[in-house]
């Protein structure tokens, strides 16, 4: 009986991991049916023993028994794990198809997404039509200066010898040489030229096709991690069809990718999306062991790659770590995973460090500094989380004073041991960006006017209301939030964080990785309300938060609990209401907006510029190869690409060196006189310089932020009255006077070139001046 017992105790216990304690009342009925032998339990235990005083029986006549004990007792244990095998097979194979639908569905939605943007892509430009220049032009706002990069690594020789290039270029900006791996963020351009080479593309695919299909196939990937993300929240992929559906109709705030390609966002936001989707399947307390590896080690690579391709990225993580810290400062989250995700900042943080050439920004980034700091108080403040409710309340006040301290004395410390150029730019930017400052600089004032940079209009939030996620999102916000609340103060007070929560307990705050989203989307919300260029960070997880929120029977159960319902089954009623919502929402949206979508592809007007594609062509055949050219920045990024000519500044408003020589560029259209452009252009070794009517002439009604009147504040050239701005100088506007073709105009330069939108002056050699 021994023997047999040990086998129970075997069968029992594998039922029991494999399906949820089944087999239980079998065990519970066979034990209870031991005590009736005893006579035997006694025998069978001696014989497994040293003897005793008891008479021993028949070793033959004990073994007969026993195997008919066996036999008898054996079959109610086998057909009960029969059917806890086959009960679990069945929960296991459901739940592989749910995966594998959901998967499925996850990836069509990305597919059918980077389908989509490549039709509208090609509809829009007409790109399959077009020669080769024409296409090159179609990347806008001056992005197309990264293709240049693209298509000189798939000329060099070998790759080794095209990044060196890169490292020592000397020829793009003039009298500079310059890192243009650093200094652009060039790694998306070098790996996909990279993988261009070593897969021999060039055999089956033009390199602007592949150039354009990798940024599409990335913005698949962010589609799907989207889905996925609001997936794992949410328990159902319903959810993430619904995040996707409200993702694409509102592209144009989701997204750049419609307008210019070859931005750093563009190929950097996507591996955000899957860092967020890793991070959290990462913080859910209902994952395995392998599972949370997986997330672990996807969140360590796209991190990396996130900080590797864009240079803002560190100021995202920033925010991101933020959530964090908060999570951590009030228990929400154990110490260990919050631990490993520093571990996954650090180690990326240092490798990219070295792969940017030693890029001061990341060590005096505030990143690093929060990290910095938060470990540092984690270490003196051992017993933060312990005591009274006021005892921790002081404690967390204390708490962050001291990250933040040591988080800003580090920053400040290290700026000064490592000079970073752009940080003081950027206080001042932020101080008068806030009202604090007033100033003349230009470039400070060019940013502030550059729509990026500005509050958002009233247009975007009425958008995303007709679109239905904004009074949605509201909801789904303030619930989770209540919630969080909620949970925040049971921790302050001492109660333990519930780790298996139910349905019926409606406590959605309770879920680490839902109090994460709380607050990734309200901080990046407030920076939204702030710069309207963060809503391509916040509105696709607004389509992503509603989404769960919708789905969710965890929300709709947290609010019965809160009204506390009772003519109705909560339970019910919140699995009714998760269906029913999202299935209206969906239903809705595919009526109104499909058609509008579908409707894109056939509506577009077409896109064509023939007078930028003249002044190419000319330079392409008549300009000197080594000429160097002056112009407005987003103009010169296209001048470079097409022709490959020196220019003298580049369309990159993060670095300040280039800001002010697109400010020296500029004064073509302020009051100045004509010695003074021609030193400035001589001094930039420009041998011909670009006007454009479209700046000259410009009419707008924000007339501060026009070209030439921010330089006529910088330059002191106005007269403010009665909220009026005047102009004034003793010299005319140069870009009018040098039309008019007289002296001293014409001593200085010579027109070479012109149509409807440019006038091409070569700036002449001149050994003496006039005064």
């Known amino acids: 009986m021994t023997e047999l017992r040990c086998r129970k105790t075997d069968t029992s216990e594998g039922a029991t991991e494999e ?13 209870a049916k031991e005590p009736v032998s005893t006579e035997e339990d006694e025998g069978s235990v001696s014989i497994g023993g040293d003897g005793g005083d008891k008479p021993q029986k028949d070793e033959g006549e004990v073994k007969e028994k026993d195997a008919q004990h066996k036999e008898e007792e054996s079959k109610t244990p086998k057909s009960a794990v029969k059917r806890s095998k086959s009960s679990s097979a069945s929960v296991f194979l459901q739940r592989l198809v749910r995966v594998f639908f959901g998967f499925l569905a996850a990836g069509a939605c990305g597919i059918l997404y980077a389908a989509y943007l490549s039709a509208y892509h090609d509809r829009k430009f007409w790109f399959s039509t077009r020669q080769e220049l024409e296409r090159e032009i179609t990347f806008q706002g001056g992005s197309g200066v990264y293709y240049y990069y693209y298509k000189h690594m798939l000329t060099v020789p070998s790759f080794e010898r095209g990044f060196y290039e890169l490292t020592l270029d000397n020829w793009t900006v003039s009298g500079q040489t ?18 261009y080479r070593v ?29 996925v993300c609001s997936w794992v929240m949410s328990g159902t992929w319903v959810a993430g069809m619904l995040a996707v559906a409200w993702y694409v109709i509102n592209r144009p705030d989701t997204t750049k990718v419609d307008f210019a390609i070859p931005l750093r966002d563009n190929w950097a936001l996507p591996y955000f999306s899957c860092q967020v989707a890793a991070l959290t399947g990462f913080l859910s307390n209902n994952i395995s062991s392998a599972t949370e590896m997986f997330c672990y080690l996807t969140m360590s690579a796209t991190t990396f790659t996130f900080l590797l391709v864009w240079e803002h990225s560190h100021y995202v993580l920033f925010i991101q770590a933020l959530c964090l810290f908060f ?19 650090l180690s990326s943080l240092f490798p990219v460090y070295l792969c940017q050439f030693q890029n001061p920004a990341l060590l005096s980034s505030p990143l690093l500094g929060l990290l910095i700091g938060s470990v540092l108080a984690r270490y003196f403040q051992q017993k933060m989380k312990k005591g009274p409710l006021v005892a921790r309340v002081m404690k967390l006040f204390l708490h962050f004073h001291l990250v933040f301290t040591t988080a800003i004395t580090f920053s400040y410390l290290v700026k000064k041991l490592i000079p970073v150029s752009e940080n003081d730019f950027i206080l001042k930017f932020l101080e008068v960006k806030f009202g604090l400052n007033t100033t003349t600089d230009f470039i400070t004032n060019f940013l502030l006017c550059q729509e990026s940079f500005q509050t958002p209009s009233q247009d975007l939030f009425l958008r995303l209301t007709q679109t239905s ?13 209540l919630s969080t609340l909620q949970t925040i103060y049971r921790r302050l007070s001492g109660q333990p964080m519930k780790t298996n929560i139910r349905l019926e307990d409606g406590r959605i705050g309770e879920q680490p990785e839902v109090i994460y989203h709380v607050f990734h989307t309200l901080l990046f919300g407030g920076l939204t309300l702030l710069f309207d260029g963060m809503k391509y960070l916040w509105t696709p997880y607004v389509c992503m938060f509603t989404a769960f929120g919708v789905c969710s029977p965890d929300l709709w159960m947290t609010v019965f609990k ?15 209401l998760s269906t029913a919502v999202p299935t209206i929402i969906g239903f809705s949206l595919w009526r109104e907006y499909c058609p509008r979508v579908l409707a894109e592809l056939s509506d577009v007007p077409e896109f064509y510029n023939p007078d930028t594609v003249e002044l190419i062509s000319w330079i392409k055949s008549q300009a000197p190869v080594a000429a160097v050219f002056a112009g407005s920045p987003q103009l010169l990024g296209t001048v470079k690409l097409c022709s490959g000519s020196a220019v003298t500044s580049l369309p990159l408003y993060s670095d300040i060196n280039l800001l002010r020589r697109t400010e020296d560029t500029y004064q073509v259209y302020a009051m100045r006189s004509a010695e003074d452009i021609y030193k400035i252009l001589t001094s930039q070794k420009t041998n011909y310089v670009i006007i454009e009517d479209s700046i000259c002439n410009e009419l707008s009604l924000n007339k501060g932020c026009r070209i030439k009147d921010l330089l006529d504040i910088s330059n002191g050239h106005v007269i403010h009255d009665k909220g009026e701005i005047y102009s004034f100088s003793k010299h005319g506007r140069f870009c009018h006077e040098i039309k008019m073709n007289y002296s001293p105009y014409t001593n200085y330069f010579t027109r070479v070139f012109w149509n409807r939108s440019y006038h091409v002056y070569k700036v002449n050699t001149v050994i003496s001046f006039q005064y």
């Not at 055999?203 to 889905?227: R, W």
Request: charged share 15%.
């Open 469 to 481: 996620v904004l009074p949605f999102y509201l909801l789904v916000l303030t619930v989770c939030l």
């Open 327 to 345: 999570l951590d400062s009030f228990d929400l989250v154990p110490p260990r995973k919050m631990a490993d995700i520093h571990k996954v900042y």
């Open 19 to 31: 399906d949820g304690g089944q087999t239980e009342p079998e065990v519970q009925t066979t034990d």
């Open 178 to 195: 310059i890192n243009a791996v650093e200094r652009l963020s060039l790694y998306p351009e070098l790996i996909t030229s990279y993988i």
């Open 199 to 227: 897969t021999d593309s060039q055999d089956f695919v033009e390199p602007i096709y592949f150039y354009v299909g990798a940024v599409f196939g990335l913005q698949a990937v962010y589609v799907t991690a989207l889905f």
């Open 562 to 576: 809160w009204l506390k319902l009772k003519s109705i089954h909560p339970v019910v009623l919140s699995l009714i």
